[in-house]
Nanobody
């Protein structure tokens, strides 16, 4: 499966963005999906994950209440709604597919990664 993330951009603090991750090659409806991010000079970190059905979600504590992950299996696409953006949210955001049915916070639990989309938040 190939993943393409898009929707990043330059926004002011307090603004919102919706990132999309489109999958192609096969259906991802049975797979958990995750969003990770990597800020300059930092390690990649888990942001949010969602089960194949969409009924179960998992968030990093740092983004709870501001980020919402969702999916549309008919469109083979996963979304990340980001509200009240902060400068510390600046990073490249990656989506990834897991062979698991339910989301997990470890990068090792994901096997295919998109190319990333850059989110830059100005103060």
């Amino acid at each position: 499966v190939q993943l393409q993330a898009f929707g990043g951009g330059l926004v002011q603090a307090g603004g919102s963005l919706r990132l999309s991750c489109a999958a192609s090659g096969r259906s991802i409806s049975m797979n958990a999906m995750g969003w990770f991010r990597q800020a300059p000079g930092k390690e990649r970190e888990f942001v949010a994950g969602i089960s194949g059905s969409g009924g179960s979600t998992l968030y990093a504590d740092s983004v709870k209440g501001r980020f919402t992950i969702s999916r549309d299996n008919a469109k083979n696409t996963v979304y990340l709604q980001i509200n009240n953006l902060k400068p510390e949210d600046t990073a490249v955001y990656y989506c990834a597919v897991s062979p698991l049915r339910f989301p997990a916070p470890r990068a090792a639990d994901y096997v295919n990664w998109g190319q990333g989309t850059l989110v830059t938040v100005s103060s």
